[in-house]
């Protein structure tokens, strides 16, 4: 896929993401939660975060913060879907709560990168159906999608 293609994909599903009414009625293609999971890995997500089941694989890597930020559960900031997938395409659009200022963010951004132009869009759905899997999120309608096959 084209940067610039990915780039209108990201920026239309920030905006969707931000708008209730959007959220009443909008999510991504269902994604293969064992290739969301394969993203997640690859993209040592666990360097950062930490995540319920998946300390050993954390364990492995060098962490790049103090404090871990925490996935999945009952956290304070993800509670919806368009949260959830704007967490991970916009990851400075609200900073995690009740962690260090200075390790997670920089000038009020967060130290997260953006994986936007690395991760394709195949990938970015996956994670986050892998993700959602995770989370105790408000119950919402899924957008029906005509299979491409």
Not at 20 to 41: C, I, M, N, R, Y
Request: aromatic residues 10%; proline residues 6%.
């Amino acid at each position: 896929m084209k940067p610039y293609t990915f780039a209108i994909l990201i920026s239309a599903l920030s905006g969707l993401a931000g708008c209730d009414t959007a959220s009443q009625s909008f999510s991504l293609p269902t994604g293969d939660e064992a290739q969301g999971k394969a993203v997640f890995l690859k993209y040592q997500c666990l360097a950062c975060h930490s995540m319920t089941g998946f300390e050993d694989e954390a364990s492995k890597l060098t962490r790049a913060l103090d404090t871990p930020v925490v996935l999945g559960g009952e956290v304070s900031r993800i509670r919806t879907y368009p949260e959830l997938v704007t967490s991970v395409i916009n990851p400075s659009h609200r900073l995690a709560e009740g962690y260090d200022d200075q390790e997670i963010q920089v000038d009020g951004q967060s130290v997260m990168p953006s994986f936007n132009d690395v991760m394709t869009v195949t990938e970015m759905v996956n994670l986050v159906y892998f993700l959602e899997s995770h989370y105790s999120l408000e119950p919402y309608p899924r957008t029906d999608y005509i299979s491409p096959h």
